[in-house]
């Protein structure tokens, strides 16, 4: 008899968490992100929880703060750890969990990247992952010589000559290329020795990696993003990808695309894990579950409200917060950037304010529910129900836990939603591998003797 298929899961820890008033929460120390300990106690449930990773996305800058429309000043992601620096510590208290980090192809060097997450893994005994981006914002530009963002087939040309040097310096050494034979005096077979000596359009890297082959071969691989070029991008180079789909029929046309682009790749389906974000406010009961969401929207401040509004359909700040948005408001275009790209999600939460006529305050806290991702106010029941139907009927492979704070909403997933999910038999009643490939059910890399080899391999994904 064929196993029960099981979820993936992991789960983002967006500083103190996804709800934009998370950080006023009674129960959530307001500079928890800057503490060590508040990251261990995450982890530690996210063990608990039998959870394959942890994921920490990251841009390298303090955003938007030259608007003041945007109210930074009452957010609470202004400040961070940098997040490798952080890996590394937690995989020095955690014994089985994969530790996921964002680090941007356009603004580091392959040789350096490389170097890091491969000692990482190391440390880890084979639990780390990277998140790839090209990056979105002007603010991260900045910060490292440009004037401006980059042009975006550059960053992408870039990132992909970038992951083929990554990989190549992986393969530096074979699993045994280190006999350290006391007696006879050899410590390296130079036989099973890779130089890369790689030269192209936007890198020069001799090699080999310093590090020794990294335990599963190559780190995890994490992408992100809806557009066409983004689920190419995750076809041809991601283990895992990090899906943005706000409701089931969105989230099969999803899938689907993304299976159909592994398969024209020759590459098996289930070698892609495909993981949408939900941010979900748990309760024993309905009543509970409401009762925590309510309270945190009442936490929302207006002025963080109305920056919440900006992006996606300009400034409200002129207009009463207790009386209906005008129709002119959302159906124009807005002034600003939106760098997410929303589609289908924007004309989703237009279509609500036309069908209910929210006002200002109701817009933004129909945005704090979940915009660009599934949120939710439900019991474990309904939750499991969720993701076991989105399992099976072809539009997840797993899912990526926003918690609305931490760590409070972490907890209520891992002591009420676990173990509803290990009832039904989609979840692991203890971890079975010792790598977060094996935990994903992905194989190990194996190693490539020669440099055209690992080349072929960045190329085809």
Same mark, same amino acid.
């Given at each position: ?5 099981q ?29 060590f ?36 000043e ?9 997040p ?32 890091k ?9 084979g ?10 914002s002007p ?25 083929a ?15 350290r ?9 130079v036989?099973?020795?890779?130089v ?21 071969g190559?780190? %995890? ?5 809806? =557009? *066409?070029q983004?689920?190419?991008? /995750?076809a041809?180079?991601? #283990?895992? +990808? ?5 409701d ?5 046309a ?9 398969a ?9 894990k495909?993981?949408?974000g ?7 009961t ?11 929207q ?16 300009g ?8 009386e ?12 600003? %950037? ?5 589609? =289908? *999600?924007?004309?989703?939460?237009? /279509?609500?304010?036309?069908? #209910?006529? +929210? ?5 933004y ?15 474990p029941v ?8 989105w ?13 609305p ?26 971890y ?30």
């Amino acid at each position: 008899m064929a196993k029960k298929r099981q979820l993936s899961l992991a789960l983002s820890l967006g500083n103190l968490g996804y709800h934009p008033a998370c950080w006023r929460h009674p129960d959530v120390p307001a500079d928890g992100n800057m503490r060590f300990s508040h990251y261990v106690e995450a982890l530690k449930l996210a063990e608990q929880g039998r959870f394959d990773m942890m994921f920490l996305a990251d841009v390298a800058a303090t955003r938007d703060l030259d608007n003041p429309k945007l109210a930074r000043e009452r957010l609470h992601h202004i400040v961070k750890h940098e997040p490798l620096t952080l890996l590394a510590a937690l995989a020095a208290v955690t014994e089985h969990v994969g530790l996921v980090a964002t680090a941007s192809t356009t603004y580091n060097h392959p040789f350096d990247l490389a170097r890091k997450f491969a000692t990482i893994d190391h440390i880890s005994g084979g639990r780390a992952g990277w998140n790839i981006v090209t990056s979105f914002s002007p603010d991260e530009a900045r910060n490292f010589g440009y004037d401006s963002l980059p042009d975006g087939k550059f960053r992408h040309e870039r990132a992909k000559e970038f992951i083929a040097v990554t990989r190549g310096l992986w393969d530096s050494w074979a699993e045994n290329a280190f006999p350290r034979d006391k007696e006879s005096g050899v410590y390296l077979d130079v036989a099973k020795l890779n130089v890369l000596n790689h030269k192209g359009e936007h890198f020069s890297v001799r090699g080999p990696l310093d590090v020794a082959r990294p335990p599963q071969g190559y780190p %995890v691989a994490v992408t992100a993003g809806d =557009s *066409a070029q983004s689920q190419d991008f /995750a076809a041809d180079y991601a #283990d895992v +990808l990090y899906a943005g789909q706000p409701d089931l029929e969105s989230a099969r046309a999803y899938y689907a695309g993304v299976k159909q682009r592994l398969a024209a790749r020759g590459r098996d389906p289930d070698s892609l894990k495909i993981m949408p974000g939900v941010m979900a406010f748990i309760g024993e009961t309905e009543a509970e579950a409401r009762a925590k969401f309510d309270e945190m929207q009442r936490l929302i401040d207006p002025k963080a409200g109305l920056g919440m509004i900006l992006p996606i359909f300009g400034d409200m700040s002129h207009l009463p917060l207790d009386e209906p948005v005008p129709l002119a408001a959302v159906d124009g275009e807005s002034e600003y %950037v939106d760098f997410q790209k929303h589609g =289908s *999600a924007k004309a989703k939460l237009i /279509a609500r304010v036309k069908e #209910d006529r +929210l006002t200002v305050r109701q817009l933004y806290e129909a945005i704090a529910e979940g915009y660009w991702h599934l949120g939710m106010v439900c019991t474990p029941v309904q939750l499991a129900d969720m993701m076991e139907e989105w399992l099976t009927t072809g539009a997840a492979d797993g899912f990526i836990y926003l918690p609305p704070f931490t760590n409070g909403a972490v907890k209520d997933f891992v002591t009420l939603v676990t173990p509803e999910l290990q009832r039904r038999g989609l979840l692991r009643l203890d971890y079975e591998g010792k790598t977060l490939r094996d935990n994903l059910g992905l194989p190990k890399v194996p190693w490539h003797k020669t440099a055209a080899e690992t080349g072929r391999l960045a190329a085809a994904g």
